[in-house]
């Protein structure tokens, strides 16, 4: 294959032109025109980048993509505090790290981002005027801002750790019922309404994350004395234990398809690593090796591409890596970024 390509600018637009040939045959495979203003020529180079990478490889490429994470790199103290506390917002930036955009900007405690499958919300727990956590959803095409949870669960310290179903039509979560002494696992609809519980064990269950066909949900319970990861049906049923052999493992995330594997942090020594259990064959592989704390993996929506928090560098910075431990990029790099997810 040859690829070919001319950029011209018409007035204030860029016309971009990409050919794509057959070197044996001669035939074009592939041909576009994109006209464009120049503020946005950045994502004609995405666009072009994805269709090759589909023309050529027949796979999902990641330009198009963006990474919502949670940051304090403003530097601003809680609101209604008295201590100074560094807020944290929820931020997105593409997936290389350029055009970061603050997405919150209530000077609150903003945690654990998730977007929805249509790529046009972020669910997200806020913690208002140090009181209890919420489950907000912030539809960031309209500024619309929805309270999904509305204090259901304030007397308890509130919900928190939200992840929005593959449909986009639930929320699952974990806050502590009335009477209970640990968190348990409950499901919400996006438009709020009544939650239902999906757990009722007296150890902590925590961390959720959807099948790709929202149809099982992996989580952490310390029911063992220590945490692992188990998996159950999405109604809460058949509950079981991940076979992996790591002393604790937390923050599992289930890949796309056509993968069959779930990528988590383990902790075998003084730090954290990332580690993948593929689910067909049993086998666990190892991302990272002790450089840093490597926690929260989040799969890019091609599967191939894993995105991961660590302190590595001093800092906590996210950072992206394949899926076979190779092309280790760093994508942010002002003040401590964590928790990343990738959109659709």
Do not use: C
């Amino acid at each position: 294959m040859v690829f070919f390509g001319s950029v011209a600018m018409k007035g204030n637009d860029v016309v971009v032109q990409v050919r794509l040939f057959n070197v044996r045959t001669g035939d074009s495979v592939f041909g576009q025109e994109y006209t464009t203003p120049a503020r946005n020529a950045r994502r004609i180079a995405h666009e072009v980048s994805d269709t090759v990478h589909k023309q050529l490889r027949g796979v999902r490429g990641v330009a198009m993509t963006r990474l919502a994470f949670v940051s304090d790199r403003v530097r601003e103290s809680l609101l209604g505090t008295v201590e100074k506390r560094a807020a944290k917002e929820i931020w997105v930036a593409d997936y290389d790290g350029a055009n970061e955009v603050r997405i919150t900007n209530s000077r609150d405690l903003n945690l654990n981002p998730s977007w929805s499958s249509d790529g046009r919300a972020i669910a997200y727990s806020a913690l208002r005027s140090n009181s209890a956590y919420d489950i907000l959803m912030s539809f960031i095409t309209t500024g619309v801002l929805r309270n999904v949870t509305k204090g259901l669960f304030a007397q308890n310290g509130g919900a928190s750790l939200p992840v929005v179903s593959p449909d986009g039509r639930q929320i699952v979560f974990h806050a502590t019922p009335d009477k209970a002494n640990a968190p348990d696992l409950f499901v919400i609809n996006v438009e709020g309404g009544a939650p239902r519980r999906l757990t009722t064990h007296p150890d902590a269950d925590t961390t959720p994350t959807w099948s790709p066909d929202g149809k099982q949900i992996a989580f952490t319970s310390d029911r063992t004395g220590r945490p692992q990861i188990y998996i159950m049906n999405a109604d809460g049923s058949g509950v079981r234990r991940l076979p992996i052999p790591d002393g604790e493992a937390d923050r599992a995330t289930w890949s796309p398809a056509p993968y069959n594997e779930i990528a988590y942090t383990a902790r075998n020594g003084p730090g954290y690593d990332i580690k993948v259990h593929d689910l067909a064959t049993g086998q666990t592989r190892q991302l990272t090796f002790g450089e840093g704390t490597n926690e929260s993996p989040a799969y890019a929506p091609s599967g191939r591409h894993i995105s991961f928090s660590s302190t590595r560098n001093g800092f906590v910075q996210i950072f992206t890596i394949g899926r076979d431990g190779k092309g280790l990029r760093q994508v942010t790099r002002t003040g401590n970024n964590q928790t990343p997810d990738w959109s659709n």
